[in-house]
């Protein structure tokens, strides 16, 4: 609850309502996990007792409310949800003006003005509450109007991880034109990615193959990532997605600057493949709030994580699962093209992580390692690469290494992890 009072200072300009007349709006939006039914009264009424007019949507994806967020004409919105946590965590996510994510600054404002002494309106001045589930249909006919051709004839299975896509996901995808089967789709409160979804794909790919179905894609808790099996059941990731919609938008002159944003993170064989197609990668940090700034900044239209993060920004402020579905569907219904051919575009490189616990991760550009490094990059040439990370949260430092050979992959990797557990400590 003071959570949501301070979001509402500092993004919806609360207190003002006596100067200029107008309540800030929010939206507030969850997944179905159980605390979210507390945690969304708790919001709702730190919001309201600010003077912010609340709109309550219910259950919807994080992108959903991003969508109406800016579509609504609000001044913030809100997610409570834990993406792909399991049930028993939650979180709660901001949204500016225009649907977007917040800056770090902006974030930390947030948190350093956390159980402030502010002053409360009274009367009329405090905010109003009301439902507006009915909006999801707006978000469901936005993402419906971004796809270019009908999915007809595909037979699909959906797996919605029992999370917020579980209604809007299959409606979205019939009213495409597709045959669908969704699977995760009855949320409880509790089983949220449980067993399901983008993080748990063995369930899919055997209903896939299973039902013969043409392919697979599988969502995470709050759906702004999106994973797909072909029809043998084999997993393309964000990598695979993004080439494959970056080749056919650079093909139909729609891919901005031939350019597609990714983090370090991508396979080496994903930059290979955009490369030899004449399409530029530039990297960013691991997340997708710095995939976004990248897009933002220098004008690009595409990007994402190999997690499933995919953002469209012609369409999106924000990675959205259920629009990079229905555009990597898309792609296989006007090509005819089956999505493990699509797929073939690219072919990743073995890549091993292993990751180096009770390390000071401060310690990741000592000279020792820093050596190894150059050693192992030289080792490796152009047919492989290595990334030390240092973890944001823990004492551990990650080691990454990419090469032509998983065996080689394993023997470097290896041998930077023995170092950095030497010289990190």
Known sequence: MDLSVAAAHILGDAGAFAATGRRPVAVVGRDPRASGEFLEAAVVAGLAASGVDVLRLGVLPTPAVAHLTAALGADLGVMLSASHNAAPDNGIKFLARGGFKLSDVVEDEIERRLGEKWSFPVGSGVGRVRDAYGEADRYISHVLTTLNGALDGLNIVVDCAHGAAHMVA???????????????????????????????????????????????????????????????????????IMAILAAA?????????????????????????????????????????????????????????????????????????LLTSLHLLGVVAKSGVPLKELAAVMTPLPQILINVKDVDRGKSSVPELVAAVAQAEAELGETGRVLIRPSGTEPMIRVMVEAASEEHATQVAGRLADVVRTACV
């Open 170 to 240: 299959p409606e979205a995808l019939v009213r495409a034109g597709a045959r669908v089967e969704a699977i995760g789709a009855r949320p409880d409160g509790l089983n949220i990615n449980a067993g399901h979804g983008s993080t748990h794909m063995d369930k899919l790919r055997q209903v896939v193959v299973s039902r013969g179905a043409d392919l697979g894609v599988a969502y995470d808790g709050d759906a702004d990532r999106c994973l797909a099996v072909d029809h043998t059941g084999a997993i393309i990731d964000g990598d695979h």
């Open 249 to 321: 938008m650079h093909g139909e002159g729609l891919l901005s600057k031939d350019t597609v944003v990714a983090t370090v993170m991508s396979n080496l064989g994903f930059k290979l493949a955009m490369r030899e197609a004449g399409i530029t990668v530039v990297e960013t940090a691991v997340g997708d709030r710095y995939v976004l700034e990248r897009m933002k900044s220098d004008g690009f239209n595409l990007g994402g994580e190999q997690s499933g993060h995919v953002i469209m920004l012609d369409h999106a402020t924000t990675g959205d699962g």
